[in-house]
Nanobody
Framework: QVQLVEPGGGAVQAGGALRLSCAASGITFSRSTTGWFRQAPGKGREFVAAMRTSRTDTYYADSIKGRFTISRDNAKNVVYLQMNNLQPGDTAVYYC???????????????????WGQGTQVTVSS
């Protein structure tokens, strides 16, 4: 059984930084595609970032490009989302998701990810 756990999250002021982590059991991130999604209050869930099996094979939403970085520690089987220069518009519940294989053209679609974490709240104040 696959389980994704996302400690981290929290509250920061605009311009601050946070690092989210996603730890997995039952799946090996280095053999999977891992994505981060977020859902702001009253909005649908949106794609943030993803990484395929190669750590250099990464994808980002335009809204966070240049501010967020996805990375992975293979030894620990943990995926991170480093978030810099956070803005109030980044306030959301952030979810980690994974799937054994995702084609590039579908990487931003949440329906292709079979395993989801419980989500962690990120709140950015102005």
């Amino acid at each position: 059984q696959v389980q994704l756990v996302e400690p981290g999250g929290g509250a920061v002021q605009a311009g601050g930084a946070l690092r989210l982590s996603c730890a997995a059991s039952g799946i090996t991130f280095s053999r999977s595609t891992t994505g981060w999604f977020r859902q702001a209050p009253g909005k649908g869930r949106e794609f943030v970032a993803a990484m395929r099996t190669s750590r250099t094979d990464t994808y980002y939403a335009d809204s966070i490009k240049g501010r967020f970085t996805i990375s992975r520690d293979n030894a620990k089987n943990v995926v991170y989302l480093q978030m810099n220069n956070l803005q109030p518009g980044d306030t959301a519940v952030y979810y980690c998701a994974s799937s054994s294989w995702v084609i590039v053209s579908a990487i931003q679609r949440e329906d292709v990810y079979h395993n989801w974490g419980q989500g962690t709240q990120v709140t950015v104040s102005s």
